[in-house]
Every structure is written in structure tokens, then in C-alpha cells.
């Protein structure tokens, strides 16, 4: 019996709904918990005609032209239909009622309710009613025997009971289902259903299977279940013939039994896993319609009951089974039901009803959580435990029935492979999702577009959060547009197109300096705007056929292509334009999406060639766009942050997971914007959802970085975090200058000293765990200047070894960067890669970076009196002086030695020492304040020996002495080394250990111009 | 100390605004303030916030306490006690006042909170009402009185301190002229 599983369409808001067909089966109806009644001519029916009812409704029955509702005030209302005029209340409650039925004739009404009560009421004449009371919790279903005779009910304190209609007493009751104490908790909604026409068998679902109960002997007679069926079953419904029985589970599993043979004779799944809680067949039987617990509504088509070859006679004895079996179904009741509540622990508990008082905001786990159940096969406990029911139950009653030999399997191969994954839709980063009636159609870090879908009102406001870019717009949104862009330029807006109208986009150009501000272009016909964005001056459009196509802002078409695979989401700035789509298909709940990254302006081209985008496991894109520096950025459902390392050959490094910052499990954060300087994500927090509501208007967050580095608890693993994240975030001043624009020179030059002081902080840390390994690798990552930090450090601390290879280091670096130095004007655009890649080569040609060095280097800086003047009167090689290093020196360094020079004749040892070693102990001790600092200098000076102190105050006064005379290069300075030499032999010695290498270093230095430290090392040799 | 002036005290209370313009940090001499990033959350106290609100430079992001379900449960706990209970604000009266004449539209359920401060408020002048009464009745030197605001003080000070200065005078005149007259009180 194949039949074809219509796509699901939106019906209703969020939260239970049910549905009917009416006695012609011309129309389906469906109410939910926005309170309306659907009329549906059929699925595709584009204008259904809606009857309020109430603030929610949560059941319905039709017959007869009346429709008869429970809605949230109490009552059981009727309507006529199919105009949906009241015409009065049935009955009232003193809760609502939660499941209403009509009886076969349609002459009565059987209401259960939440105070614990079912009522029969006379259609004709309501004041004649029958109260049946006994159920001690509220009533989750009611069915009336197709006779009239006796009504079935269940009720959340666990039992499903018979009553005699006209006697209103009870006739017998079983305890089935597990307890709960409300219809929202139970686990499943218990629809009971009593076969038509015959009316010989009662329908149960008990967890995952549909018992059924003989009338009269009220005896079980059958189970039938289903291998696939993991899930409990929410409803039951009979076909028209009462052949068949259609059952909806809470995994969203659709199963359809011959009831005589109990063979699963269709079986189809929702199509996104949500739970069943509505289910009606279509008085011809070929149909059935059902709707889920997020509001939408589906249809199963082509069923047709003739064409089941499996149905026989109707004078099945199974239908027979003696009386006397009870004992032995007791037996097997008890021992399901254990279970139930065993898994009824591990699986959430379901909200079929008013899950969501507010409309806007979206049950935020239900839709993984269902899904997750619903594909994780291990999961599925209860199928050996069912099958072993059946077998008894085959035992049992074997004798007297002959089953086909196929009961248990089930009738289509099984496919037990990874389940491929539904692709995710197309969306707008920045948006809340399509269906909602107030949502966010964009909020960016411009403004906001809001859109308004209501019965009064469908209409777009545009804010924007600096006032000074454009006042708030309001638009009524004729058009029916869905997706929109917003940047400091224009809003770009979208629909899709509908059967007589093309999809079509609207830009409202408001920067645009004549006065037609707005621009309309009509796509061809059958494409559909999927995705766009706004670049600076460009806007950008994906479509349904795989293409992109792109606009000037003014609304001239530019360049189209076509995209490999169909779009996700796009994003833009500045020139750069982020598209992603899906590459083929996941599995096991993976999405497969490519990424490409295009570069307009002059230099056209692609940077990333369609590879991969890194998700986290079993998670779907999020959002997709840009940091506030142009790099791009994205963030998947698990809120892993991901940031492109341009420096690290374009692969995405994770920065952020804002789930960690969530108290709640069901919390997420909503981004909005992500920004490099100052390091801040700037979200939304939404307290059990993953979306914030349109009202009241939600404050944004701001959350902080944190690479995911090992033991952040350590000293070493923050430092280490810090220094990485500092480097990785300022990778944008590199991009940004190599792509012509203005930077900010200020704060690259404090992030550059910011890493350097991190990178002397984790030295000295290494040398004080005795790594001086370590120490050297970090040394590597250093500047030149601070290399020269880092060897007095070491051999301060008396680490010789370690001090001799930092020089060779020094002298490497040294060379290097003089051998770099004439290809640096032909790299230009590569040479942000390499400043950052943290390989220590760190000094290249730009003003920016000599400046950054001079902080770190302060008292080098002050000793070096005139560099430029002594360089420039050698007259040394005309390359040279072209550098740039030359220029940016010159009036800082003065005023400084100005000052030096006055104090340090006053100054005693210990002052100059201190001076010069301030930075080292700060290094050591980073929050140490100024007392605490000289306290400690004393400590340290104290433990110098005497020789070690006059070199040390030696090292610092011999360039200060030697500075205010300008030398020429070519003169030896032997009378500065002199000195040293007259000092006694053991210092000598340390002296020229550490000065050879240090000679070469300070040389090339000063070739550079750059500010050199002594002269006393202008050895005759070099 | 006048009201005006405890509510002039009230106005340097920080309050979040999300401004709708762009400005670096601007440096006062009760310390710096911003940056000003729209669409940011920034913290100012609350004279800056109203001036910037009056221009329509910005929203002002209700205190955390100003909710209508955490004001009513602070009102229930204060007509529990019979003592004073600890306000969210010690200038929770002013700030309302302040907040809510000028900034209605960016509070939701501005009248219910209005209700609720101004509950809290009487239900707390009563007590101090109370107190004040058997205070007196009970001719007591000292009193203390916890978790007590500078307006309520303020409400009630010159009113207390000119009747117990008219009833020392009263007493004063009356005890030279009759030793029994304070016994006759009691009886």
C-alpha cells in the first residue's frame, strides 16, 4: 500500500493542535493553540478560512455542520460550519476540556476535561447531560462506542476506563498508562479509538504499541506493534472501514496496521521527527491527515484500503479469544509498564498542549531533542521487550489463530546505515526564523529590521541603532518580503514569488544622493530570492537556481555565477562577499556545506575556493558574516565561534563557545555582531530558547573571547591564550593595510607591544621552570629588540647557555631582516602573513613597527642619543637611508635623553640599575605595584655580586656617557672599551661572552637606523 | 535636606542606556564614561542618562530590580515583616520617579511598577509612622531603624524632630509645676 507523504505546511503557532475532516471529506480542519479554527479545501489551500475561537483550542470534532470545539475559556463551544458563526455553548468546565468527540450519529457530544470529569452532552438540547466521574486525574481522551452504548476514556492517573453510558457508571477500567499529574506532563495523549462500523474492538496506544480490548468481554485481544516504533504512541485513529489503524508516536513515526492480520502495512515518518498529535483518515479512507505539536499540518495520500491483498474474511478468530486469558494479560501489562517508566526517565516528557504562552518565542530544544530520539538507534530499548510481548502473545493465542509467518518483520527491507540529513534551509544570519508573526528580519550591527505579519498589520520597520545614519523607516510590506539586508547605505529587502507574481528585490538606496531612493528588479520566473546581502556599494542576491547574482547599489546588474550547490546563507563587507552552501549531503545529523570567500574591487578574486566549513558535530550553520574588521566569521548550533586565520593559510579557528557562558542547558546566546578591537561578541542571551523575542525589546550582551586552549588554568595556558588570541585577532591590520585601507596605527602598535610584553611574561616564566628550550622557541617568536631583553634576562639570572643562543638567535634574526629587506617593497600584499605568523620576523618595513618596539625598549630608546645623526654624518650606503626606519625617530627620543642625561649624574647605581631592569622584574612579577617593585629591585640588586653590579650600571652608563659625542664610524672606539678592560679579569670575561654577539646584533641595528644601544660596541672589527 | 536634593544624590546612580550614537570616551571629573558604540549597552549615571533620553539619544535599560515580579515580591515581604526589609535600591523611590517620568516608553509595565514602588513606599511609611508612635508612647531616648532610605529619613525628620522638641517643651513646662502629673499619666 505505498503512499506519498505530502511536504508539511505551517497551520498553526507552536504548540498542540488537532485535526478532522468534515463528513464529505471536502475539507480538513485543524485548530491549534493560537486559538483558530482552519478550514483547509486541501493541503496546498493558500487562504484556509480561520474561526477564532478562543486563546487556544485544544480539541475539535465536526458532524453534521456543527463544529464543536474546546478552547481555553472552559467551554465546548459549537459553530456552524462551514460559515464558523457560534451558535452557543455546549457545556462548560471548571478547566478546559482537553478531548471532545462526537458519537456515531453525531447526535452527542463525549467531553473529558481537566478537573477529572467526562460529560455526555445532547447536541439538541445541551441541558441534558451525563456526568461521568471516577477518574481521579485529568481526562486525556474519550471515545464513544460506535453503538452508543458504552464511552471509553482515558485519564492521566493512569487507567483507561469503560463506562455504561445511560447507567453512568464504570464497567470496567485498566491501569495502562503511566501516572502524570497534568495532560501537559503525560507522555503520550492516549487518543483512544473504537472501531467503526463493527464497533467489536477498542484501539489503545500503551507506549509503543496499540492494544486492543474486545467490547463486551473486555478482554486484550491483540497488540500491534511496529520494530521501528522506539517512541510512544500519541494517537490512534480507525479507518472509515475499521480495517486498518493508523497510529502517530511522539517520534513522529506514521504507522498504519492491517488490524486482522496485524501486519504494518505503512509506515512513514514526519518529516522532521516532531510529535504526532493529531490524526484523522478521510471518510473515503485513501487519506489521512495529521498534524504535529509545532502547528503544522501533513497528509498522507493514496491510501487505498481496496488494495490491501492481506485483508480476509472478517470472521477472524482472533477477534474471539476467550475471557479466560485475562489473567495472563495482566500479567504482561504490569511488566511493560515497568518499563515505560524506566525510559519514560530518559525521554523528555512531551507538551502536547499550550507548550508556549507567547507566540514569538520557539520551544527551544524540542526540535533536536525529538530528532536526536528519533535517528539514535541504540536508543531504542523497548523493541526486544515487544517482540518478546508478541511472541507470548503469539503463544498464547497461537493455538487458536493461524498468523502469517511474517508478523514480526517488518514488510520493507530496513535500511540501517547512516541516516542522511535533512540540508538546512536557506536563511539570513541575523534573523529569527520565517513563520514567527513578529520577528527580526535582520539585526546587525547597523540597526534592525523588524517585520510584522498580523491580522492588522504586515509591515517592516527599519532602526537603526546610530540615529545619525538615517532616521526609522516604517514600510508596509505589500509585497510579502521575507528575507532583508541592512547596512550604512541601503536595506535590501526580498520575496519569494508566488504562482502570478516573480520573486522580486527591493533596495532602498537612502545614501543615494538624488532623489529616487528606491530600486525594484523583478527576477525570472520560477527563481527565488534565497539569501542576500549588502556589501559597500554592492548587493548581492543567491537564488533558488543556484545562482548569484550581484548588483551596484545603485541598482545596476553586475557579474552573476552560478553557485555549486544550493545556497545557505550569504554574507558581505566591504568588498568581501562570504557565500555558503551545501556541498552534498550529511549524515547522521552533519550538514556538508562549502564555503567560498570572494574579494571584489580591484584586485578580483576568489581567496576561498569552495572547501569545507568546519561545523562542530551533528550542529547546522547559525551565523555567517563578517567581524567589524572584515574577517570572516561564523558560528554553528552548538555556539562554537569560528574565525578565519588568514595567516594560517585561511583554515577557521575557534574562538568563542558561547554555550559555555549559558546557566541554563536550554539557554543560548543570539549573535549579532562579532568585533576584533575591542575583542567583544555581541549577542543576545535568550533564556530557553534560541531565539529572542520581537517584545520586549532584548538588551544586548557582550561576551569575551577565549581560544580553546589546553589548561587555561595554568599561568602558562592563560598567557599562552592570551598571546595567541591577541595575535589571531589583530591579524585584521595586516589584511586591512594590504588591502588598502586606513588603520588604526595606534592600536596595532599597542597589540604588537601587547604580545611582545606576553611573550617576555611566558619567557621569563620558561626560564624560571628551568625550560630553556622553551625560552628559545619563544625567544624565536620575539622582536629583534626585545630578543636583546631577553638575553639580558637570562644572563642577569645567570642562565650563560641560554643567553649565548638568544645571541646567535639575535644575529639570525638580524641577518634576515637585512636580507628581507630589499624583497619587502615587491611583497607588499603577503607581507601581513608573514608579520603574523609570529615566526619572529616580526620587524617589518612599516613606520608602525618601529614604533610598536620603542615601548618595549624604553631604556635602550633613552641611551641611544641621536642615532639617525651619527649614522647620517657616516654617510653610510645609500640603500640604507632610504628605509624608512630612519623617519619616525627622530623628536621622542631626544626630549627623553634631555632628561636623562640631567639625572644621571645624580643617580646612584642602584637608580640606573633599577632603571634599566624595571621592565624585568614587571615581567616577573606583573602585579606588583611601585613600592613593592623597588623592594624588590633592592632584593635582586643585593644578590648581584659586586662585579656583576658595576657591569650592570657599567652596561647602561657607557652608551649614556658616550652619547652626546657624535663619532664617526670610522674612528675605533677602543677608548670606550677601555674601561671595561681596566675592570678586574672575571668580569671581563662575562663581558665578552655576552658582548661578542651582541656586537654584530647592535651593529646591524644601527645600520637600520633604528635606535642603537651603544656605541661602545662599534668594534674596529665590523 | 530637601527631597530635591536627595533625588539631586539619586542621579548619580548608574544606569545601562543603550545610546544611538557614536562617541569616544569622554573623561569627567567623577571618572570616564563610555565609549559610546550604538546599540551597545553603556553604563552613566542617571543625570546623563535622562539629559541623553530628553534628546532622544538614547534607551534607557530598566535597573535589573525594576520588574514587576521581583517588586512584588519585595512587597510582599515588606508587608510580611515588621520590620524594614532590605530595598533593591537605595534610592529606589527616586530612581522610579525619575526613571518613569521620562523614560515610561522604555520600561515595560510602567503604571504596574509605578503601583508597586508606590506600594512598597506606603507600606514602609507606615511603619515608619508606627515606629515614630511607639517610640513616643513609650517616651524612649534611642531608637534604631534598619535598612531605612535617605528620602524616607528625609520624610520624616523635621516632622519628628519639631514634635519631640514641642513635646520636650510641653514636658518641661509641665514637670516644675506638678511632680504627680507624670504619675498621673499612669493611672
Redesign the interface.
Known amino acids: 500500500m505505498p503512499c506519498e507523504r505530502k511536504p508539511m505546511r505551517y497551520g498553526h503557532s507552536e504548540g498542540h493542535t488537532d485535526v478532522c475532516f468534515d463528513d464529505t471529506g471536502k475539507y480538513i480542519v485543524t485548530c491549534g493553540s493560537d486559538g483558530d479554527v482552519r478550514i483547509w479545501e486541501s493541503l496546498d489551500d493558500d487562504d484556509p478560512k480561520s474561526i477564532n475561537v478562543g486563546e487556544k483550542a485544544y480539541s475539535l470534532a465536526l458532524k453534521n455542520g456543527k463544529l464543536v470545539t474546546a478552547a481555553s475559556n472552559n467551554t465546548v463551544q459549537i459553530h456552524t460550519f462551514p460559515e464558523g458563526d457560534p451558535d452557543g455553548i455546549l457545556t462548560r468546565f471548571t478547566t478546559n476540556a482537553t478531548h471532545i468527540t462526537y458519537n456515531s450519529s453525531g447526535s452527542r457530544v463525549a467531553a473529558g476535561s481537566s478537573d477529572f470529569m467526562v460529560k455526555v452532552v445532547e447536541m439538541y438540547d445541551s441541558s441534558q447531560q451525563k456526568t461521568l466521574r471516577g477518574h481521579t486525574a485529568p481526562i486525556l481522551s474519550v471515545t464513544f462506542d460506535p453503538k452508543d452504548e458504552f464511552l471509553a476514556s482515558a485519564s492521566c492517573d493512569g487507567s483507561v476506563a469503560v463506562w455504561k453510558i445511560e447507567e453512568q457508571t464504570q464497567v470496567t477500567s485498566w491501569p495502562l498508562l503511566q501516572k502524570s499529574n497534568d495532560v501537559i506532563n503525560a507522555k503520550s495523549l492516549c487518543r483512544l479509538a473504537w472501531q467503526p462500523k463493527a464497533a467489536k474492538l477498542l484501539a489503545v496506544p500503551v507506549e509503543t504499541t496499540v492494544q486492543l480490548y474486545q467490547r463486551d468481554s473486555w478482554a486484550q485481544v491483540g497488540t500491534l506493534s511496529d520494530d521501528l516504533g522506539t517512541q510512544a504512541i500519541n494517537v490512534v485513529a480507525w479507518s472509515p472501514c475499521g480495517k486498518f489503524l493508523a497510529a502517530g508516536s511522539i517520534g513522529g513515526l506514521l504507522t498504519v496496521w492491517d488490524v486482522e492480520s496485524k501486519l504494518c502495512v505503512e509506515r512513514q515518518t514526519h518529516e522532521k521527527g516532531y510529535t504526532v498529535c493529531g490524526l484523522a483518515w478521510h471518510p473515503s479512507g485513501g487519506q489521512i491527515a495529521y498534524t504535529d505539536t509545532e502547528g503544522c499540518l501533513g497528509v498522507l495520500d493514496g491510501l487505498s484500503s481496496s488494495s490491501s491483498s492481506s485483508s480476509t474474511t472478517t470472521s477472524s478468530t482472533m477477534t474471539k479469544a476467550p475471557a479466560s486469558y485475562d489473567d495472563l494479560f495482566d500479567d504482561d501489562d504490569d511488566r511493560p509498564l515497568d518499563e515505560g517508566i524506566s525510559e519514560g526517565a530518559r525521554s523528555p516528557a512531551k507538551n502536547p498542549g499550550d507548550e508556549d504562552d507567547d507566540d514569538d518565542l520557539i520551544p527551544a530544544t524540542g526540535r533536536a531533542r525529538n530528532r536526536s530520539a528519533f535517528l539514535d538507534d541504540e536508543n531504542s530499548l523497548d523493541t526486544g521487550s515487544l517482540k518478546q510481548g508478541l511472541d507470548k502473545f503469539v503463544d498464547d493465542v497461537g493455538s487458536a489463530i493461524v498468523l502469517p509467518a511474517a508478523v514480526a518483520a517488518p514488510l520493507r527491507p530496513v535500511y540501517d546505515g547512516p541516516m542522511p540529513t535533512p540540508p538546512q534551509k536557506a536563511f539570513q544570519p541575523g534573523s529569527t526564523p520565517a513563520h514567527l508573526m513578529h520577528r527580526f528580519m535582520m539585526w546587525n550591527s547597523v540597526g534592525i529590521v523588524r517585520g510584522y505579519n498580523d491580522d492588522q498589520d504586515n509591515a517592516i520597520d527599519v532602526e537603526f541603532h546610530d540615529t545619525a545614519v538615517h532616521h526609522a523607516m516604517h514600510l508596509t510590506n505589500s509585497l510579502g518580503h521575507t528575507v532583508a539586508d541592512l547596512s550604512q547605505e541601503a536595506v535590501l529587502l526580498a520575496c519569494p514569488g508566488t504562482d502570478e507574481l516573480a520573486s522580486k528585490l527591493q533596495c532602498l538606496h537612502f545614501s543615494s544622493w538624488d532623489t529616487n531612493k528606491e530600486w525594484m528588479v523583478d527576477l525570472p520566473k520560477g527563481e527565488d530570492v534565497q539569501a542576500l546581502c549588502l556589501g559597500q556599494g554592492w548587493a548581492a542576491a543567491a537564488t533558488s537556481a543556484l545562482m548569484l547574482r550581484l548588483f551596484s547599489i545603485g541598482g545596476m546588474q553586475r557579474e552573476l555565477f552560478s553557485l555549486p550547490g544550493p545556497v545557505v546563507c550569504i554574507a558581505g563587507h566591504g568588498e568581501q562577499l562570504l557565500v555558503v552552501y551545501h556541498r552534498g549531503t550529511g549524515f547522521d545529523g552533519e550538514q556538508a556545506l562549502g564555503v567560498q570567500l570572494l574579494q571584489f574591487g580591484q584586485k578580483r578574486r576568489q581567496v576561498i575556493h569552495g572547501e569545507p566549513l568546519p561545523l562542530s558535530r551533528k550542529s547546522h550553520l547559525s551565523w555567517l558574516g563578517f567581524t567589524a574588521e572584515g574577517t570572516p566569521c561564523f558560528i554553528d548550533s552548538e555556539g562554537v565561534v569560528r574565525l578565519l586565520n588568514r595567516s594560517l593559510g585561511n583554515m577557521w579557528t575557534p574562538v568563542c563557545n558561547t554555550r559555555d557562558n549559558c546557566k541554563g542547558k536550554s539557554d543560548h546566546y543570539w549573535v549579532v555582531g562579532v568585533h576584533e578591537n575591542p575583542q567583544q561578541l555581541r549577542c543576545i542571551p535568550c533564556k530557553g530558547s534560541r531565539y529572542p523575542p520581537t517584545l520586549p525589546r532584548p538588551a544586548v550582551a557582550v561576551l569575551p573571547f577565549k581560544l580553546p586552549l589546553c589548561q587555561t588554568t595554568t599561568e602558562k595556558g592563560q598567557m599562552e591564550e592570551q598571546y595567541w588570541r591577541s595575535v589571531l585577532l589583530h591579524n585584521h591590520y595586516g589584511f586591512l593595510s594590504s588591502s588598502g585601507y586606513e588603520i588604526d596605527e595606534e592600536g596595532q602598535s599597542q597589540a604588537q607591544k601587547e604580545q611582545q610584553e606576553l611573550l617576555m611574561k611566558m619567557f621569563a616564566l620558561s626560564c624560571k621552570l628551568e625550560r630553556e628550550f622553551r625560552s628559545v622557541e619563544l625567544a624565536e617568536l620575539m622582536t629583534q629588540n626585545v630578543v636583546t631583553l631577553a638575553i639580558r634576562y637570562a644572563s642577569r639570572s645567570g642562565r650563560m647557555a641560554l643567553a649565548q643562543r638568544l645571541s646567535d638567535l639575535a644575529l639570525e634574526k638580524a641577518n634576515q631582516l637585512q636580507g628581507e629587506e630589499p624583497q619587502e617593497e615587491e611583497e607588499e600584499p603577503l607581507q601581513y602573513t608573514r608579520r603574523n605568523t609570529g615566526s619572529g620576523l616580526g620587524r617589518s618595513g612599516s613606520a608602525g613597527g618601529q614604533n610598536r618596539v620603542t615601548n618595549v625598549l624604553d631604556s635602550m630608546m633613552s641611551s641611544s642619543k641621536k642615532p639617525t645623526a651619527l649614522l647620517s654624518s657616516s654617510g653610510s650606503t645609500g640603500k640604507l637611508n632610504k628605509t624608512p626606519f630612519l623617519k619616525p625617530l627622530a623628536p621622542r627620543p631626544k626630549t627623553k635623553v634631555q632628561h636623562n642625561s640631567v639625572y644621571v649624574r645624580h643617580k646612584s647605581g642602584f637608580q640606573l640599575w633599577l632603571e634599566d631592569n624595571r621592565r624585568i622584574i614587571l615581567a616577573d612579577n606583573p602585579d606588583l605595584e611601585e613600592t613593592d617593585v623597588i623592594k624588590e629591585a633592592i632584593g635582586r640588586f643585593r644578590t648581584l655580586s659586586a662585579d656583576d653590579r658595576s657591569v650592570a650600571v657599567l652596561d647602561i652608563l657607557i652608551p649614556v656617557r658616550q652619547a652626546p659625542t657624535t663619532i664617526p664610524r670610522s674612528k675605533p672606539l677602543k677608548s670606550f672599551v677601555l674601561p671595561i678592560h681596566s675592570l678586574n679579569s672575571t668580569h671581563t670575561q662575562s663581558m665578552s661572552q655576552l658582548s661578542l654577539p651582541l656586537h654584530l646584533h647592535h651593529v646591524s641595528n644601527s645600520f637600520h637606523g633604528g635606535p642603537s644601544l651603544c656605541g661602545f660596541l662599534f668594534d674596529p672589527c665590523t | 535636606m530637601d527631597p530635591s536634593e536627595v533625588e539631586f544624590l539619586a542621579e548619580k546612580e548608574v544606569v ?1 542606556i ?1 545610546p ?3 562617541l569616544d570616551k569622554i573623561y569627567l571629573i567623577g571618572g570616564d564614561l563610555g565609549p559610546f ?5 553603556v553604563d552613566v549615571p542617571v543625570w546623563l542618562a535622562l539629559n541623553l533620553k530628553q534628546r ?2 538614547c ?1 534607557i ?1 530598566p535597573p535589573e530590580w525594576m520588574d514587576v515580579e521581583k517588586l512584588e515580591e519585595i512587597r510582599e515581604l515588606e508587608r510580611k515583616e515588621d520590620t524594614f526589609t532590605p530595598v533593591p535600591s537605595p534610592y529606589y523611590m527616586e530612581l522610579t520617579k525619575l526613571l518613569l517620568n521620562h523614560a515610561s516608553d522604555n520600561i ?1 509595565k510602567a503604571d504596574e511598577i509605578r503601583t508597586l514602588v508606590k506600594d512598597i513606599w506606603d507600606t514602609r511609611i507606615a511603619k515608619l509612622r508606627l515606629s515614630a508612635d511607639s517610640f513616643i508612647s513609650q517616651q524612649e531616648a534611642h531608637a534604631k531603624l534598619d535598612n531605612l532610605t535617605l528620602m524616607e529619613i528625609n520624610t520624616t525628620r523635621s516632622f519628628l524632630l519639631d514634635t519631640l522638641n514641642c513635646m520636650y517643651k510641653l514636658r518641661s513646662n509641665l514637670q516644675p509645676g506638678s511632680s504627680g502629673g507624670k504619675s498621673q499619666d499612669h493611672q
Do not use: A, D, E, Y
Open positions: 545601562k543603550i544611538n550614537f557614536s558604540n550604538p546599540g551597545l549597552p532622544q539619544k534607551r535599560v515595560p
